[in-house]
């Protein structure tokens, strides 16, 4: 599996950004795939997962609200669309995949750590600035 992010780039405070994440290869259904960002001197987080077999989803406190994550199937792309950016949401995104891992905090919820993530695509940098 080859995972290919684009979207991101310079937005206002406010302003919205779609990122996508086109797979190539086969992602099992059994898998999670989602989106990672990492800010400036920080470790990497999960911001938004999403279970390839049923569709449910994660996301962050900071992405509640604001983000949406969808798969579009006919493009066999994962989408993060993110709306009311912040200058908090700066870094560099990645999306990944692996095996779906169930949420023991979030009920029918999939996990979105790196650690459970076995394939990564390279990143796209959001910066949210004025």
């Known amino acids: 599996v080859q995972l290919q992010a684009s979207g991101g780039g310079l937005v206002q405070p406010g302003g919205s950004l779609t990122l996508s994440c086109r797979a190539s290869?086969?992602?099992?259904?059994?898998?999670?795939i989602g989106w990672f960002r990492q800010a400036p001197g920080k470790h990497r987080a999960g911001v938004s997962c999403v279970s390839v077999r049923n569709g449910n989803t994660y996301y962050s406190d900071s992405a509640k609200g604001r983000f949406t994550i969808s798969i579009d199937n006919t493009k066999n792309t994962v989408n993060l669309q993110m709306n009311g950016l912040k200058p908090e949401d700066t870094g560099v995104y990645y999306c990944?995949?692996?095996?779906?891992?169930?949420?023991?905090?979030?009920?029918?919820?999939?996990?979105?750590?790196?650690?459970?993530?076995?394939?990564w695509g390279k990143g796209t940098l959001v910066t949210v600035s004025s």
């Open positions: 990944a995949t692996g095996p779906y891992v169930p949420s023991i905090v979030i009920p029918n919820s999939p996990k979105c750590e790196d650690f459970d993530m076995d394939h």
């Open positions: 290869g086969f992602i099992l259904l059994s898998n999670t």
